[in-house]
């Protein structure tokens, strides 16, 4: 009897969070724990972000940046806590609608993981192919759009080999932007790249913040918080905290 009154108290505290989140909220975190693999990495987790948010995500290697991302994403379960992301309730999220929340959730990756053997547009129609598109033309135009949005209309038809690293890495944020997702997620998208190039795909992204999308990068990238800065939260003995005031950019990472 005490474990099915939990659970109803549980589930009338998600509902009136549901109910009374502002309209602009897109993600919701409330006394959350993220877990890597057996252990948690952050505890009391509490996190709001608004629609045209763009946030940064700070802290040392094993801090819990990554499992946080993978967490937002379902990749990792959500144990402990309240998430409401994208519409979705993270704690009891079921198996077949895991694919609907990542439609709503574009991922930039360090690595880029892009498909070497394919070209950039055979690249970007695996991708909406294997998320329910069906008419040709209609990925050719999605294709192009989202090409001209990261200033790679003329690489269409190159391979991946051919690109530098900053254009392989504008090809990823093209792909994250394939479904019109309401949020991305980028986890280190500059880590690989020179400072220049950097800085043009933080810039990138601050842009698709305008759009009214969430954007949140995982950065430990110092010059960078420096030269955009932008709302920061970092990540540091199991905790989550928010960057506020004057406090220094050199104790944040």
């Not at 070209?119 to 192009?144: C, H, P, Q, S, Y």
């Amino acid at each position: 009897m005490l474990i099915i009154n939990s659970f109803l108290i549980l589930q009338n505290k998600i509902r009136n969070m549901q109910e009374n989140l502002p309209l602009d909220v897109i993600i919701e975190l409330t006394d959350c724990a993220i877990w890597q693999q057996d252990h948690p990495v952050l505890d009391n987790v509490n996190l709001s972000v608004r629609k045209g948010e763009f946030i940064y995500l700070v802290g040392r290697v094993g801090s819990g940046k990554s499992s946080l991302i993978k967490t937002l994403n379902a990749q990792i379960p959500l144990k402990q806590g309240i998430g409401l992301v994208a519409g979705y309730n993270l704690s009891k999220i079921k198996k077949k609608e895991i694919p609907y929340l990542r439609r709503k959730i574009g991922i930039v990756f360090q690595d880029f993981q892009l498909l070497t053997d394919r070209t950039v547009n055979e690249n970007l129609a695996f991708v909406l192919k294997a998320t329910g598109w069906k008419n040709k033309m209609e990925i050719d135009l999605r294709i192009g759009d989202v090409l001209d949005k990261v200033g790679l209309s003329l690489k269409r038809f190159k391979m991946p080999h051919q690109l530098s690293g900053g254009e392989q890495q504008r090809v990823v944020i093209g792909r994250a932007l394939l479904n019109d997702p309401e949020i991305i997620l980028a986890d280190e998208p500059t880590g690989n790249l020179d400072p220049e190039t950097s800085e043009g795909i933080v810039r990138l992204l601050t842009d698709i913040s305008h759009t009214g999308r969430a954007v949140i990068v995982a950065t430990h990238n110092y010059n960078l918080l420096k030269k955009f800065t932008a709302r920061t939260i970092k990540c540091d003995n199991g905790e989550m905290k928010e960057v506020v005031g004057d406090q220094e950019m050199e104790f944040l990472i």
